[in-house]
């Protein structure tokens, strides 16, 4: 029977603690691990029973030399190796399914939390953290479930051979109930020693894998200016105190690898010795030798497993710590920290503020605020007795107040900056990826829920990030509703159909990541058009014609006015043919609103705008007097 699969929505982890989440995780599946323990323990109890048929054939068969004893015997032994091998398997299909329905759960609340706290995450972790715990924690933390199974199962293991052997000789079972604890207490100091090295060795792993995706992110400009070798030579030397810290792993991975074999057999070889001398002095039969050592010898199994699962525990508790701390990280929502505003970068993945899905945002959570021992996701605690404001029912203006800067609804506004960081952060703050003091339709923007936020209101940087997949893939991640006349008008607005028309199938034609196939004005343009089908209520645009020629945005600009009409626009740029198409033009120096007016008007009366739109050009900004 193929196993059950897991309902998309993972449920509420408990963050609580490493060792709670680990919990959670075996509470989301609570028959599945109830079967594979029953599992566990029948298939290590079973292991007891081939000794006990052993010492039966010896004693009964080949000592009285009754051949029909021993043939049956055999035949018991034969049907218990395959009833052994059937348990075996159910055991280990079992576990499996156990760990791979924790690693998609796992993958599944890390992915819902990287979207719900969008633009903060770059501020909180790093990105080679965030994939190192994707790639390597999630994994270790599903390995731990192993321990549900076989872990349990060598603990009843240990028993029923104790009670057997104390049928035989209590010596001996007195022997096995000191001796299993004394070997887990053998190798205990080492699982915690390698719990400490391989903490340290995963912090220095997300640090140095975030270095390694700056210099990659950076290489040409590194090339540029000459700091290749630089960071080269730093990253090579973090490599190499990394190196060091995994062969302290290394090291300990090996004394318990070795641990677990060789105390296991130390112990093997003296109860043995003991059973042997035992039956030289007429205390036990030979078979009952015989079956002792096959008792012992099956108990080297849940040994190993019970080492083993500490091992994995260990290993899995500092994964999990790490997964924790990822998803303790809460978005800048109603009552989240106000953290000093800086630029956020990115909205869903480094390198974009464009929401994967701006008309399916991610659904709140629907616990409440976490309290101290409440196991949820901690959300945000409301701002007051009332919780998050409401959005404005329909369009509405947006105000900034650190700029000065009034967005009219449903008019297409542009703003100049004379200092490009200004308008990157008026564009955090308008589109909520910073703790600001703006408003939307007298509401702060800060109080209202983030969910309706992103629903509704869209920052599209000009080097929004883009995935991998066909065109079409691409441009209806944004709308994943968008039928063929909708895509051909967005495609149309942004002047993108020769884009489309030059690919082999057209918006069948498959792209890499961040669509390096193309030129860099075809990336602008389409990720123009993955904006305009979105169809938000308010489009906030950062310079998105920056990487085309002259004609291609004359046609951008009148066809965007056309695309956007009746519905807010905001456009972030200094470019005269975008200029000349807004309703309304904001000037913005030093941070602040310097002036307003037509284009025509400002170019009349604020010299400042005139050099500005005229980008140092003496002649260009004598023709615009």
């Known amino acids: 029977m193929p196993p059950r699969i897991p309902h998309p929505e993972p449920g509420t982890p408990d963050v609580r603690g490493p060792l709670r989440y680990l919990w959670w995780l075996v509470r989301c599946q609570p028959w599945r691990v109830l079967r594979g323990s029953l599992f566990g323990t029948a298939w290590m109890t079973a292991l007891s029973v081939r000794p006990y048929l052993i010492s039966r054939a ?36 079992t576990m499996t399914f156990i760990r791979e329905d924790a690693k998609a759960r796992s993958a599944a609340v890390v992915l819902r939390q990287l979207s719900r706290v969008g633009a903060v995450l770059p501020r909180r972790a790093a990105a080679g953290e965030v994939a190192t715990v994707g790639g390597t924690d999630i994994d270790r933390v599903a390995q731990v479930m192993t321990v549900t199974g076989p872990g349990v199962g060598a603990v009843v293991a240990y028993l029923v051979v104790a009670v057997v052997l104390w049928s035989i000789s209590p010596l001996l079972a007195l022997c096995v109930l000191v001796g299993v604890p004394s070997v887990v207490l053998v190798v205990a100091p080492l699982l915690r020693r390698l719990e400490r090295a391989e903490s340290v060795y995963r912090q220095q792993q997300g640090e140095l894998t975030a270095r390694s995706g700056d210099i990659v992110a950076g290489l040409r400009v590194l090339a540029g200016v000459g700091g290749r070798g630089l960071f080269a030579h730093r990253y090579a030397a973090r490599s190499r105190d990394l190196l060091v810290e995994g062969y302290r792993v290394g090291a300990v991975n090996s004394w318990i690898d070795a641990a677990t074999v060789a105390v296991p057999g130390l112990f093997l070889a003296a109860v043995v010795w003991l059973s042997a001398r035992m039956t030289v002095t007429g205390d036990i039969s030979v078979g009952e030798l015989v079956a002792v050592y096959g008792y012992v010898a099956t108990l080297v199994v849940p040994v190993w497993f019970l080492l083993e699962g500490g091992h994995q525990l260990i290993r899995g508790r500092v994964a999990a710590r790490r997964i924790v ?85 449903g008019r297409l506004t542009a703003v100049a900056a004379a200092d490009p960081a200004d308008a990157l952060a008026l564009a955090d703050r308008l589109g909520r990826y910073t703790v600001s003091d703006a408003t939307w339709g007298g509401v702060p923007l800060t109080g209202v829920g983030l969910e309706q936020v992103r629903a509704r209101i869209l920052v599209a940087d000009h080097d929004a990030y883009l995935f991998a997949g066909t065109l079409r893939e691409v441009l209806r ?52 058009a993955r904006a305009l089908l979105a169809e938000p209520e308010v489009l906030i645009l950062v310079e998105p014609t920056s990487a085309v020629d002259a004609h291609t945005e004359a046609r951008i600009a009148a066809r965007l006015r056309h695309a956007r009409a009746g519905r807010t626009t905001v456009v972030l740029t200094t470019s005269p043919l975008l200029l000349g198409r807004a309703d309304e033009v904001a000037h913005l120096v030093a941070g602040r609103v310097a002036a307003t007016g037509t284009h025509a008007d400002l170019l009349d009366r604020d010299p400042g705008y005139r050099r500005l739109v005229a980008r140092g050009d003496a002649d260009a900004e004598q023709a615009l007097r």
């Open 477 to 528: 991640g944004a709308r994943p509703d968008g039928d063929r006349d909708r895509i051909a008008s967005a495609l149309h607005a942004a002047s993108a159909e020769d884009v489309v028309d030059a690919l082999p199938r057209g918006l069948d034609t498959p792209l890499d990541t961040r669509a390096r196939s193309l030129s860099g004005g075809q990336r602008q343009r389409i990720r123009l």
């Open 325 to 409: 701390a990822l998803l303790a990280v809460t978005p800048d929502d109603v009552g989240g920290p106000r953290d000093t505003p800086t630029r956020a970068g990115a909205a869903t993945v480094p390198g974009s503020r464009q929401p994967a899905g701006p008309t399916a945002p991610v659904p709140a959570p629907a616990t409440p605020p976490t309290v101290p021992g409440s196991p949820a996701i901690p959300v945000p605690a409301p701002a007051g007795p009332a919780g998050p404001l409401t959005a404005p029912g329909g369009p509405a203006d947006l105000h900034d107040r650190s700029s000065g800067l009034t967005v009219r609804a």
């Open 58 to 93: 010896v004693d009964d068969g080949l000592r009285t030399g009754d051949t029909r004893a021993l043939a049956q015997w055999v035949a018991a032994i034969v049907v218990a190796g395959v009833a052994l091998s059937w348990l075996g398997i159910m055991r280990h299909r």
